[in-house]
T-cell receptor, first 112, second 117 residues
Framework: EDQVTQSPEALRLQEGESSSLNCSYTVSGLRGLFWYRQDPGKGPEFLFTLYSAGEEKEKERLKATLTKKESFLHITAPKPEDSATYLCAVLYSGAGSYQLTFGKGTKLSVIP | NAGVTQTPKFQVLKTGQSMTLQCAQDMNHEYMSWYRQDPGMGLRLIHYSVGAGITDQGEVPNGYNVSRSTTEDFPLRLLSAAPSQTSVYFC????????????????FGPGTRLLVL
């Protein structure tokens, strides 16, 4: 059973059409939830860290929120340059160590 | 700061060959890790290190070796390459995985694309 699930797997939006990406997690002992953006052929680029339920972070057209069991990445009025795969990862404590587990990502395409 | 750097960017190996993927960071991070990324599988942890001289296994360690002699460098060695090791490999670093919030954030290198024939 996946501990971090991202949905949808892929999302096509028209330029200017706002939407949200979801990251749900089942781990306990959360130490942080991270959002990354990954462009084809590149490494993941850090976007946000969220730590506690109710926390929100914003950067340009992106806004990340966190609840006790999921996080949302809201994209407002997206542009074609926002097209990328968005990865969610959770850092949690378990079995005496700390684990960073990634979801499989949401591939976002923004059509002009 | 250069951040996290990886070499080579691309490599082709024959089955049974060995090689070392290089990773370096200039952020004075204690924690470094190696991931592989495969289609439909997400990023999976291979090995990690919490400081010089200390390494441990991640989720998929078989066929790989690591060592950490300095804070800056964390090479990944493929002992005898197999086609199943064809993947994209990413190195990452952070201040510490135990720190909550921003200081627990991992920063990634640009990746090494490995093809094993």
């Amino acid at each position: 059973e996946d501990q971090v699930t991202q949905s949808p797997e892929a999302l096509r939006l028209q330029e200017g059409e706002s939407s949200s990406l979801n990251c749900s997690y089942t781990v306990s002992g959360l130490r942080g939830l991270f959002w990354y953006r990954q462009d084809p052929g590149k490494g993941p680029e850090f976007l946000f860290t969220l730590y506690s339920a109710g926390e929100e972070k914003e950067k340009e057209r992106l806004k990340a929120t966190l609840t006790k069991k999921e996080s949302f990445l809201h994209i407002t009025a997206p542009k074609p340059e926002d097209s990328a795969t968005y990865l969610c990862a959770v850092l949690y404590s378990g079995a005496g160590s700390y684990q960073l587990t990634f979801g499989k990502g949401t591939k976002l395409s923004v059509i002009p | 700061n250069a951040g996290v750097t990886q070499t080579p960017k691309f490599q082709v190996l024959k089955t049974g060959q060995s090689m070392t993927l290089q990773c370096a960071q200039d952020m004075n991070h204690e924690y470094m890790s190696w991931y592989r990324q495969d289609p439909g599988m997400g990023l999976r942890l291979i090995h990690y290190s919490v400081g010089a001289g200390i390494t441990d296994q991640g989720e998929v360690p078989n066929g790989y070796n690591v060592s950490r002699s300095t804070t800056e460098d964390f090479p990944l060695r493929l002992l005898s390459a197999a086609p199943s090791q064809t993947s994209v490999y990413f190195c990452a670093s952070s201040y510490s995985p135990t720190l909550a919030g921003e200081r627990g954030t991992q920063y990634f290198g640009p990746g090494t694309r490995l093809l094993v024939l």
